[in-house]
């Protein structure tokens, strides 16, 4: 923004407000009693989310800088939910774990595999996850936490360990890196499949309700049907 513009702005619009080189705050009402912020931070410009509502709050995911944006807007998140354990989603889980002492919850526990600090040899990289532990979750397990009630799913293919968050009561599904505007996961790392990955969106993902919201890992939401009419990798399934 330039300091001399004015802008209409109507409920429900979203509101991008620069913080720095690669952090963004995108906060939206999408319904009375819920708040969705949207923080993207870290060199892969991931995505972690804050969700308030009546009974608490729920973060999604813990790139670098999360742990600090949540600390300067003032939320104490009651859990934090991990899509999947590549590095640029987890930079910041130990220091939210021990800041608010909060549970994590994920499909396992970081390893270096996981994390892809495998693909960084010794000494060529500043890139190191921090130890954290977590509540193992897996396909099928609900997270009933803050007033939320997520329904897990476990696709694998980007990553062996991808999880999807699905807030069933409205039509919300918080999905990492498994699905995104125009895209999907890559499936190149240690551990991928593009087979599983797009298996796993055809059977799990598609038949959801078309209007479901996705919040992905990377870039700006979008839905079900959306990606399902005009996505190219979905084409065919």
């Not at 897990?152 to 807030?167: Q, R």
Request: with cysteine; charged share 20%.
């Amino acid at each position: 923004f330039r300091d001399d513009e004015i802008f209409d702005l109507h409920e429900n619009e979203s509101v991008f407000i620069p913080l720095g080189a690669t952090h963004y705050l995108d906060t939206r009402t999408l319904d009375r009693f819920m708040t969705i912020a949207t923080f993207t931070g870290g060199i892969a410009s991931t995505n972690a989310f804050i969700l308030k509502g009546p009974s608490g709050t729920v973060m999604v995911d813990a790139p670098e800088g999360a742990a600090s944006w949540a600390e300067a807007s003032g939320d104490v998140p009651d859990a934090l939910l991990l899509t999947h354990a590549h590095f640029d989603h987890v930079l910041d889980a130990s220091a939210i774990q021990e800041r608010w002492k909060c549970p994590l919850y994920g499909f396992a526990p970081p390893t270096p595999e996981l994390t892809l600090e495998v693909l960084f040899p010794p000494g060529g990289s500043s890139i190191a996850v921090r130890p954290y532990s977590i509540s193992e979750i897996q396909e099928g397990d609900r997270v009933e936490v803050a007033g939320f009630d997520f329904t897990v799913l476990h696709i694998p293919g980007h990553s062996t360990d991808s999880l999807l968050f699905h807030l069933d009561s409205e039509k919300y599904l918080f999905g990492g890196d498994v699905l995104m505007q125009g895209g999907v996961g890559r499936t190149d790392f240690p551990g991928g499949s593009e087979a599983a990955l797009l298996g796993g969106i055809r059977d799990k993902l598609l038949p959801l309700d078309q209007a479901t919201v996705v919040f992905p890992g990377h870039g700006p939401r979008t839905t079900i049907g959306a990606e399902k009419a005009s996505n190219p990798f979905l084409q065919g399934l």
